[in-house]
């Protein structure tokens, strides 16, 4: 079983805008249209089996919308393949009753994106949050590290990661980006080794410029494959995650890279250096097997392609 355990789409009246608008901050191409419907074809046409949803709350007043969409999209996974969290806003005051309903309604977890939400990620309302969510056995999933259409923004910076993790340990945190994007030294320095899950998303693949706007190759390189693998073994392959952050990027394009890293049948991982390659057990633990660990309903959930 193959799962993308980080996607992005919108309702359908949004997603022209949504795109243009992030697209323009990021200088970044997207691959899709932003649809869930654009999102399911892509992944049966890659091979994906599941794609987990990723809403991100800016504002109090979507909450309810975003959760009760989610709630909807999840009753109907079998024939979607998407998988959907729900979302909350560190400023809500009624966050303990939003995360039981998310947990009584059968929502795998929650996303945190520290700064589209313009909150540091040590902030005593998220620490609140995720201990709620852990004691409702929720998956938390942060963006982690830099924003590419915020350079430069520290709210979810690698030693705000370290501060969160000082101060509270969630048992189902999972950090984005493998562990925090744009600043990977950091991330092998402090977060590698911790009890915490990395996810893929937007650091395996060049960043290619959107229509009309530049970007220099040198910009934002992605994760290099022998740092990527060396990540992998120190953390340990049980602990990552494939996702894309799709639409920004391509599906089958990332799972090819990841592919691409598989050692040859037969080869020994332990006669060479630790960045050779992945063992066929670390290739298909990444791809889904970890992560259907981590999601419950997959339990009930034959491969959807």
């Known amino acids: 079983m ?39 074809r892509s992944a049966r046409e890659a091979g994906i089996d599941y794609s987990v949803l990723l809403p991100v709350v800016t504002k ?10 989610a ?21 809500n005051s009624d966050f303990r009753s939003v995360l039981r309903r998310l947990a009584e309604s059968g929502v795998p977890g929650i996303k945190l ?32 590290g830099y924003d590419i259409g915020y350079p430069g923004s520290e709210y979810s910076s690698v030693p705000r990661i370290a501060s ?33 899950w990395l996810d893929t998303a937007f650091s395996l693949l060049p960043i290619r410029p959107a229509p009309g706007t530049q970007r220099q190759p040198q910009e934002d ?3 290099s494959r022998q740092q990527f693998l060396r990540m992998v073994r120190r953390h340990g392959a049980d602990r990552i995650l494939f996702g894309t952050d799709s639409p920004w990027e ?6 090819a890279v990841l592919r691409g890293m598989e050692l040859p049948e037969g080869a020994d991982p332990d006669c060479g250096s630790l960045e050779d390659g992945l063992t066929s057990q670390e290739l298909s633990d990444i791809l889904g097997n970890n992560g259907a660990r981590l999601l419950p309903q997959i339990r009930q959930l034959a491969p959807c392609r």
């Open 221 to 223: 390189p992605p994760l």
């Open 164 to 196: 969160m993790l000082e101060k509270i340990q969630p048992h189902k945190l999972v950090l984005a980006h493998m562990g925090g994007w744009g600043c990977w030294d950091q991330v092998e320095e402090h977060i590698v080794g911790k009890d915490v």
């Open 60 to 69: 109090p007043q979507q909450q309810e919308n975003i959760n009760a969409a």
């Open 113 to 144: 994106h520290p700064v589209f939400q313009q909150v540091y990620l040590d902030d005593i309302r998220y620490l609140r949050i995720m201990e709620c969510a852990c004691e409702n056995d929720l998956i938390v999933l942060i963006h982690a």
């Open 71 to 91: 709630i909807e999209t999840n009753a109907h996974s079998a024939e979607t393949g998407l998988i959907s969290f729900g979302g909350i806003h560190p400023d």
């Open 2 to 40: 193959i799962i993308d355990f980080h996607v992005h789409a919108f309702p359908s009246s949004l997603a022209g805008r949504a795109l243009e608008k992030l697209a323009s901050s990021a200088r970044a191409k997207h691959y899709l249209d932003g649809t869930a419907q654009a999102l399911s």
């Open 250 to 255: 391509n599906q089958a394009e990332t799972l």
